[in-house]
């Protein structure tokens, strides 16, 4: 008689032909009816907590381009990932993340890890959360997950699973399903978005992060170019999707009403691509657009095409609609851009620590190998970053898309994981704040398990700089709590398993950077940096 094939079974094929085949996670007890018997051809990813184990999944998939597998342990695990999970969810990483659930036959009474209300706990940051109705829909649950992460816009999905549905016979083989992940615009609204940048005189673009997750970096490039026209990005971005080294590139929008309308100020046309309009934060009032100017959007995301408040949108992937609009829009290459103001002076490398965050930058873009990407949480060093080490090339700057903290430590494993699972070898860079880096710091001990390529930098100011910046710009005088006295980043990080060190100049900056660049695994550099306050206007 044949063997009556279990949930589990159909289950895995199911995960294999979906290419789902590594698990990030922390083993609970109402998941290991799910991981017995793990299969060779899989691998597992431990986290050593959930919130880092969402980020890991998420830095993947980012640099893999697929879908990852999520796996967190009932509501409690789920409550330790949320705050990770908003950032994969702004940030519109396909997840699917999956839970235990107590035994259908006890959940009636709420025993011990009972997951109440389970499809209700992750929203509205999941885009379909779902409890199977029978055992034997786990696997046609899986594939909904899965095609509803990947369609546009994309982003994490949830799925609680009773433990003891895993050994219930399936009613069969998985149906396995593709989906597109790329929605055409309008074709005539299109052409009309092209007239109206035919017809403006002083058009200006802003790109976001959804160029550079849609594969269109090259194809923006030739829009900006045939356009003839200024490109920001736009405010806090968490992927870079213009070369930041290009005549035409003009910095990053600020993050306030105002402070918008100051630059957009002069131009008769702004078009949005593949951003937020805008994501401002701190609220310093104005009007959204300066007299005189129009605004057009272009975004795969409906959510977003409703928010904005001002300007016309299409829905359509940031791909397909550049490389239309190339061909329709008139050339005007030969405009005058002016040049982008950029400071020229020379900065000095010779002081002691605590060190300037220009001269740490500077450091940093003399021995930073073109090809790696940055991951970046040192959020009081933006403007440095963005002057010494601008990104050049798509996939190669990473950020969190919450505007929390604690996510750019263990995305940085994550995008090195994701480039060995695809055959890439560089080493990435993190950047990371020193309070950010409390967030997440148990990460440190996949990326040293692992043995991966990463160089963090831990920027040690001794306070959460970015907050007294808030305190300045929002007249809060007398928050407590803002300095962060007596951390011992690198006894953490050694405590982990990485080799990590302490420099008091950019001399010893460069040279462990160097070492670090040998060593087999991760290192921790920390610095020690001046304070200063953000512009944030």
Known sequence: MAHARTVHEVTYDLLRELGLTTVFGNPGSTEETFLKNFPDDFTYVLGLQEASVMAMADGFAQSTGKPALVNVHTAAGMGNAMGNLVAAAKGNTPLIVTAGQQTREMVLCEP??????????????????????????????????????????????????????????????????????????????????????????????????????????EAGVAFAEQVGAPVYSGPLPDRASFPEDHRLFQGQLPMTIAGVTEVLRGHDLVVVIGAQVFRYYPYVAGEYLPEGTELLQITADPGLAGAAPVGDSVLGDTLLALEQLVGMVDDHSDREVPARQVPTSAVDVTGSAPLEPDAVWETLRTVTPADSPLVTESTSTMAQQLRFLPSTRPGSFFATASGGIGWGLPAAVGVALGDRARGVKRHVLATIGDGSFQYSVQALYTAAQHRLPIVFVAMRNGEYSILKSFAVLEETPGVPALDLPGLDIASLATGYGCRAVNVDSCEKLAHEFNAALKADGPTVIVVPTKAQTAHLG
């Open 112 to 217: 011990y890890l009972t997951n109440k209300d389970e499809t209700v706990f992750p929203q509205p940051w999941v885009k379909w959360a779902y409890e199977p109705k029978r055992a034997e829909d786990v696997p046609g649950a899986i594939m909904r997950a899965y095609a509803v992460a990947l369609q546009p816009p994309a982003g994490p999905v949830f799925v609680s699973i009773p433990l003891d549905d895993w050994e219930k016979p399936a009613l069969g083989p998985a149906v396995i399903r593709t989906v597109s992940h790329r929605v055409s615009p309008d074709a005539d609204r299109l052409r009309g978005f092209a007239e109206r940048i035919n017809s403006a005189q002083r058009p200006l673009l802003v790109f976001g992060p959804e160029v550079d997750r849609s594969g269109a970096w």
